[in-house]
């Protein structure tokens, strides 16, 4: 595991908050220089799986969204977790404990699609358990270590 230092985690809680920030700005925020921040990014690639943008998915057609908790079968899960990974509506898909095998966010143009999608887990991977929880409103998204100031608490002077 990798030991996060405190400049470089005061840099990606800058990015969390604003990807496209441009390197002055972070400079003039951060304290730090442009010229050692360019060095940093390339070193703080180990922590970024992914760089992506947060879209509201309403407005594009897809108002459905629900997060899925499931059991499967022991001997359906390599199967099914397949399928999660390939199916273009699971939005994301976590694999957890105490009780439960999986959680989906997926995302539907209609109640009916969600259904259908449900209704195929169930006859083709023989799902023991399933709970549906629609979405009605995402009150935060993508925060966590997204605040220098949270950064400066976990990190004291280094």
């Not at 800058?14 to 990807?19: A, G, T, V």
């Amino acid at each position: 595991m990798l030991k996060p230092k405190k400049k470089d985690m005061l840099i990606l809680s800058y990015l969390r908050k604003n990807s496209r920030i441009q390197l002055t700005e972070l400079s003039r925020r951060s304290g730090i220089p442009v010229s050692t921040l360019f060095d940093k990014l390339k070193t703080t690639t180990p922590f970024v799986q992914k760089y992506t943008t947060l879209i509201d998915f309403q407005p594009l057609g897809f108002p459905t969204r629900a997060m899925v908790v499931l059991k499967v079968r022991k001997n359906n899960r390599e199967d099914v977790a397949h399928f999660f990974q390939h199916h273009k509506s699971v939005n994301s898909a976590f694999k957890i404990n105490n009780g439960c095998d999986y959680i989906l966010d997926v995302l539907c143009k209609d109640m009916k699609e969600l259904e259908d999608f449900l209704e195929y887990l169930e006859e083709t991977y023989k799902t023991e358990k399933q709970q549906v929880y629609h979405i009605l409103e995402i009150l935060k998204q993508e925060d966590f270590l997204s605040s220098p100031e949270y950064v400066n608490l976990l990190f004291p002077s280094e």
